[in-house]
């Protein structure tokens, strides 16, 4: 809630509601929202976390593993930002660098080997634009993986947690399911980038927010996505655990549905999906 | 579906019809060339393509000249010139998305940002995507996302090989999540390209960014630029706010790119239509 700053007008001090689509940016991004941990500590038993690229190095803000999701072995790999300092700065504020990408799809190749359901989950500002990234081939590591992650003959739910950032967040984000978090938000650029270019003030976000049609029911009318994942009143971050049942709850009826098609039908399932969308002509 | 024929091939030195929008809207006859700071006579550099002919700095050229250089007689059919954007978002930003679009149609006499074409290359039938980076900064639509998912899927049907010509700062901000899918949309359409067996060159020009980059342009067989095009995921402005230093000299230039092994090779524009001919004989035979 914010109160109108001016002094010396006449008129009364009018507090102004923030946009509802605003709203969900800043829920999504609230210091306290679960992040990939906190549902994966609470939906998958036993997991086990697996490390690197096998070609440069291991990266913190992308957690891959193995586990059990209701007796059903899965492969999980989500986007992870930190909640303390440390932690952010571990994690990289949750921002994947090439290696992370392609420890990624090794892992999810890896379950397609084995016929077991991917289940991702996206939580990132972006990308991480840096020297070290571009000179490693960032673009070229997020490319791969949303050709790679379309021939998957295996199920694959792609869930948005949080911030869906760009190409950062679709480069996990190749499902057969593609569902959103009641408060997440999905983006083609942050709110800020765009205020920055539309009105040359990164301060009015607000309205970049609105213009961007970034909340699940926005995405959900383009035909962007399959579904939302309601939350507890007030937002994930107000009650972790009945948001992470309310998430069972949808990946269980998604992974059941997706059990019925096998690896080439799965693989043409995902690829009319994502063939129609944007279908939007003059 | 339509015919377009140039008149003259593209070598011989007479004033070209479409220089003439061109010439009216510059101050002379003279362009000073980026790379050697000489002025050159306008003409002499339109006759070479954009390239300097003292210094060989490429300069930009638009999505059409592209076609005509690399086509046969410069003559191709262009397909789905009549697919405009709806405007899903109903964006508003200065001026209404609706509003822009129409103005830089006119401007730039292009439908959106990419001219998709069936053309032949040496004799041998291609599609080809050429995109214009006059139009939004080449950025990439829903009309971009389709016209190229059609050309793959006409490549398939026909058996030809594909080739996409990038020049673009990536997705489309106004079209909002409905361009990011784009990027998986084409993605996938080319792992049915490569399943298929069928080539897929792409070329990459000043300046190919974000998420063009980030999808089609870094899936070819063969991945080759322009010399000192500039490419990457994040644009030079993005990452010197993050890092907050200076980025170092020739950084996300093309040959920057060779270096670590993001592209397969640099390619003068007067030798494109040859490189890619020789690729296209080893692929396709
Ligand atoms: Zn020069």
Redesign the interface.
């Known amino acids: 809630m914010r109160v109108n700053p001016e002094p010396e007008s006449d008129a009364c001090a009018v507090a102004v509601e923030p946009h509802p689509a605003w709203l969900r940016v800043l829920l999504a991004r609230h210091a306290k929202r679960p992040h990939s941990l906190d549902y994966i500590s609470r939906l998958i038993a036993g997991f086990e976390e697996v490390h690197g690229d096998r070609s440069f190095a291991d990266d913190p803000a992308i957690v891959a593993g193995f586990g059990f999701f209701e007796d059903r072995p899965v492969m999980v790999v989500a986007e992870q930002k930190g909640r303390n300092t440390k932690q952010k700065l571990y994690r990289n504020f949750g921002m994947p660098k090439p290696e992370g990408y392609r420890k990624a799809l090794r892992v999810m190749q890896m379950a397609a080997k084995f016929g077991r359901p991917v289940i991702t989950l996206l939580d990132t500002p972006g990308?991480y634009?840096?020297?070290d990234?571009?000179?490693?081939?960032?673009?070229?590591a997020?490319?791969?993986n949303?050709?790679?992650m379309?021939?998957l003959p295996v199920p694959v739910v792609a869930v948005c947690i949080g911030e869906g950032g760009?190409?950062g967040a679709?480069?996990l984000?190749?499902g057969n399911i593609v569902l959103m978090l009641e408060n997440a938000v999905?983006?083609?650029?942050s709110p800020e980038?765009?205020a920055a270019?539309?009105?040359r003030d990164s301060a009015k976000a607000e309205q970049a927010a609105a213009?961007?049609?970034?909340t699940a029911e926005?995405?959900l009318g383009?035909g962007?996505i399959d579904g939302i994942v309601p939350e507890p009143p007030g937002g994930a971050h107000e009650d972790p655990d009945a948001a992470a049942e309310s998430l069972r709850e949808h990946l269980r009826l998604r992974l059941d549905e997706l059990a019925a098609y096998d690896g080439p039908a799965l693989v043409d399932h995902?690829?009319a999906k994502?063939?129609k969308?944007?279908?939007?002509?003059? | 579906m339509s015919w377009f024929k140039r008149d003259r091939p593209p070598d011989e030195k007479l004033p070209r019809i479409e220089d003439k929008e061109r010439r009216v809207r510059t101050e002379g006859l003279w362009q000073k060339c980026e790379g050697c700071r000489q002025i050159i006579w306008k003409k002499d550099l339109e006759d070479n393509w954009n390239v300097c002919p003292r210094c060989g700095a490429h300069s930009r050229i638009d999505a059409a000249a592209r076609l005509r250089m690399l086509l046969d007689g410069g003559v191709y059919a262009e397909f789905d010139a009549s697919l405009y954007s709806s405007d899903p978002l109903d964006f508003v930003d200065k001026q209404p998305y609706r509003d822009k679009l129409a103005a830089v149609r006119k401007a730039t006499g292009v439908s959106d940002a990419i001219i998709s074409a069936e053309g032949k290359l040496d004799g041998r039938l291609i599609q080809i995507c050429s995109m214009e980076n006059k139009f939004i900064g080449g950025s990439m639509g829903a009309v971009v996302g389709e016209k190229i998912a059609r050309a793959i899927e006409r490549a398939m049907e026909k058996r030809t090989p594909l080739v996409i010509v990038s020049a673009s700062g990536g997705a489309r901000m106004q079209e909002g999540a409905v361009s990011l899918m784009q990027m998986a949309k084409i993605s996938a359409a080319l792992m049915r390209l490569d399943e298929a067996r069928l080539p897929y060159v792409s070329v990459l020009t000043d300046p190919t960014t974000g998420g063009v980059t980030a999808s089609y342009a870094m899936l070819g067989d063969l991945n080759i630029a322009e010399p000192g095009a500039l490419i990457g995921f994040a644009g030079p402005r993005v990452i010197e706010q993050t890092i907050r230093q200076k980025l170092p000299e020739g950084f996300q230039r093309a040959e920057f790119l060779v270096k670590h092994g993001m592209l397969d090779a640099v390619v003068p524009r007067l030798e494109m239509k040859p490189y890619i001919s020789k690729a296209l004989r080893f692929f396709a035979g």
């Open positions: 990308a634009p840096g020297i990234a571009e000179e490693r081939g960032q673009a070229e997020i490319a791969r949303l050709r790679e379309s021939r760009s190409g679709l480069a984000g190749v999905y983006s083609v650029i980038s765009c270019i539309i009105y213009a961007l049609r970034l926005d995405l383009l962007l995902r690829y994502f063939r969308m944007g279908n939007f002509f003059a």
